[in-house]
C-alpha cells in the first residue's frame, strides 16, 4: 500500500463519527467488562442493531473499539476479586490475585492495562505491515496443526500449575470431560446428559468459570484459612508508576507474549485466548525464576497480558483478508461487514484499501484509549479494596448469578455455578488447580473436533498426524512437554539415595 493509502484511511478514522464510535465503545465495553460473567463477545453481539443505524466505518470502529476495552477490562474483577471476566483472564488470575494479597494490586492493574495496550498496539501495526502475509500461512493451517495447537495450550496449563504437573492434569482432563457432554460431534446422539434437555447444547464455560473462580471464594470467605486482602494505603494509587522500569526488565517477555498472541490469534478459529495460556505458560518455562510463578510475579503477567489485545488484532487478519471469522467476535464483525456490503476478502484490499486500512488504524486509537480509562480505572480500584467483605460478598453473589442466567435465559446456568462453585472449592482445598479445568472445556471441543476430522483424513492412523511439517513441529513440542516432568521425576528417583 501507498502513503496516499494511509492518508486517505487517516482521514476516514478522524473523521468525527469515526471516533465519536471509538470513545462511546470504549466506555461501554470496559464498564461490560469489569462486570464478572459479562464477556466482550456479550458486549459485541449487543452492538450489532445498533450498527444497523451507522456508516460502515464507524459501526466496525464501535465493535473494535468496545472488544479492546472489554477483553481488558477482564483482568480488573480478577485482579480485585479472583474473578477472571475472560478466559485468558483466568490463565493468570492467580498470578495477578496473588499481587492483590500481598498489597500490589496497582502492580497488577498497571501491568495488564498497560501491557495489554502495549500488546494491541504492537498486533495493529503487525496487522497493517504482514496481515495478508500472515493470513495465507494461517489458511494452510489444516486440523492436524489445530489439534497440536489445542494440545499445546493444554500441556502449557497443565505444567504451570502450581500445584505441580500431576494435579494440573487431573483437572484438565476434568475440564475435557466436562466439554464433553452434549451431542456427539460426529453422530449427533446426546452424551452424558441423563435426559436433562439443557445439557444437549453442552456446559458454557461462562457459569463454570463463575462458579468455580468466584462463588467459590465466596465459600473459602467462611472457612478459618480465607485470605483477604490488605486495605490499600491511605495515599492514592500511582497509575502506571514504575512501569517504564518492568518494560526495560521484561523487555523480552513482552515481545515474546506480543508475537504469539499476533501469530496464534490469526489462526482461523482459534482467537486469542489460547495464546494467553500459552504465553503465561512459555513465560515459566523460560524464566530465570520460574519458582516465583503462582505467588505475585511481574513477569507472567508482563508476557499473557500482552498477548491478549496482540491476538485481539490479529484475530481480524483472516476475517479481513479472507472472510473468515478469527474468534466468534470477528464472526459478529464479518456480519456487520456483509450487512454493510463490504464484502471481506482479498477484492477488498485491492478494490477500496483505504477501508480496511482505516479499519486496522481504529485499533490504534482503541488501545491508546486504554490509557486514560485506565488510569481512571486504577485510580478507583483502591476504592474496591477499602469496602468491608461483608458488602462486597452478596454484591458479588449478584453478578455471579446475573452472569450465569444471561448466557441462555435460563435458571439452569445459575445451577451450573453454584454445582460448579461447590467443586472448585473442593477441588482447591485439596491442592487441585481450576485454570487447567476452564481451559479443558473452552479447548476441549476444539480438540476433538480436530482429532475425529484428522482420523478420518488418515484412516485412523496416528503417523499421519507428523505427515505435515508444521504439524510435526508442533507434534513433537507437545511430546516434549509430555515427557519432561516424566524424565525429570525418573531421574529424581534414580538419584536418590536409596533408604536403608
Excluded at 511481574?298 to 478469527?326: C, Q
Aim: hydrophobic content about 50%.
Amino acid at each position: 500500500m501507498d502513503l496516499n493509502t494511509y492518508i486517505a484511511a487517516a482521514s476516514i478514522v478522524l473523521d468525527w463519527p469515526v471516533l465519536a464510535a471509538i470513545v462511546a465503545g470504549a466506555v461501554y465495553g470496559f464498564m461490560v467488562g469489569a462486570i464478572p460473567g459479562l464477556t466482550a463477545t456479550m458486549a459485541t453481539a449487543l452492538l450489532v442493531p445498533v450498527t444497523f443505524f451507522l456508516a460502515p466505518v464507524p459501526a466496525i470502529a464501535l465493535i473494535v473499539s468496545t472488544t479492546a476495552m472489554a477483553i481488558t477490562a477482564g483482568d480488573i474483577p480478577g485482579t480485585l476479586l479472583r474473578i477472571p471476566g475472560t478466559p485468558a483472564s483466568a490463565a493468570y488470575v492467580d498470578e495477578s490475585y496473588a499481587l492483590t494479597l500481598k498489597g500490589k494490586a496497582e502492580v497488577a492493574l498497571n501491568i495488564s492495562i498497560m501491557f495489554s495496550a502495549l500488546g494491541g498496539i504492537f498486533g495493529a501495526i503487525f496487522l497493517l505491515i504482514t496481515g495478508p502475509l500472515l493470513a495465507k500461512v494461517a489458511l494452510n493451517f489444516s486440523s492436524f496443526e489445530f489439534f497440536w495447537l489445542a494440545m499445546l495450550g493444554l500441556m502449557t496449563s497443565a505444567l504451570v500449575s502450581s500445584s505441580g504437573p500431576v494435579k494440573g492434569y487431573v483437572s484438565l482432563v476434568l475440564g475435557i470431560l466436562v466439554s464433553t457432554v452434549g451431542l456427539d460431534i460426529t453422530s449427533g446422539q446426546p452424551r452424558f446428559t441423563y435426559g436433562v434437555v439443557e445439557l444437549y447444547g453442552g456446559i458454557s464455560f461462562i457459569p463454570v468459570m463463575i462458579g468455580m473462580f468466584a462463588f467459590a471464594e465466596i465459600l473459602r470467605g467462611f472457612s478459618s484459612t480465607a485470605a483477604y486482602p490488605p486495605a490499600p494505603e491511605t495515599s492514592a494509587f500511582r497509575p502506571f508508576h514504575g512501569m517504564g522500569g518492568l518494560l526495560r526488565k521484561y523487555k523480552w517477555s513482552y515481545l515474546r507474549g506480543a508475537s504469539l498472541g499476533t501469530s496464534i490469534g490469526a489462526l482461523p478459529g482459534v482467537g486469542g485466548d489460547i495464546a494467553a495460556w500459552i504465553a503465561y505458560g512459555m513465560s515459566r518455562r523460560f524464566s530465570k525464576t520460574p519458582e516465583k510463578f503462582g505467588t505475585g510475579h511481574e513477569e507472567g503477567l508482563v508476557e499473557a497480558s500482552s498477548s491478549n489485545n496482540a491476538g485481539l488484532s490479529s484475530a481480524w487478519i483472516p476475517a479481513m483478508v479472507f472472510g473468515i471469522p478469527g474468534d466468534a467476535i470477528t464472526a459478529i464483525a464479518v456480519g456487520v461487514l456483509y450487512m454493510k456490503g463490504l464484502n471481506p476478502g482479498p477484492r477488498l484490499f485491492t478494490e477500496n484499501p483505504a477501508m480496511p486500512t482505516a479499519i486496522i488504524f481504529t485499533f490504534f486509537i482503541a488501545n491508546l484509549l486504554l490509557f486514560p480509562i485506565g488510569y481512571l480505572a486504577i485510580k478507583g480500584a483502591r476504592h474496591v479494596l477499602s469496602i468491608r467483605r461483608c458488602y462486597i460478598v452478596p454484591v458479588v453473589l449478584i453478578f455471579c448469578i446475573l452472569g450465569s442466567f444471561a448466557i441462555n435465559n435460563t435458571l439452569f446456568g445459575v445451577g451450573i455455578m453454584f454445582a460448579a462453585g461447590l467443586a472448585g472449592y473442593i477441588l482447591e482445598e485439596n491442592g487441585f488447580p481450576i485454570a487447567p479445568i476452564i481451559l479443558g472445556i473452552v479447548l476441549g471441543p476444539v480438540l476433538e473436533r480436530n482429532f475425529i476430522m484428522s482420523m478420518q483424513i488418515v484412516d485412523g492412523k496416528l503417523t499421519g498426524f507428523f505427515d505435515r511439517p508444521i504439524a510435526a513441529c508442533i507434534g513433537t513440542v507437545v511430546i516434549i512437554l509430555l515427557l519432561v516432568p516424566i524424565v525429570r521425576k525418573l531421574r529424581q528417583s534414580t538419584s536418590s539415595p536409596n533408604p536403608i
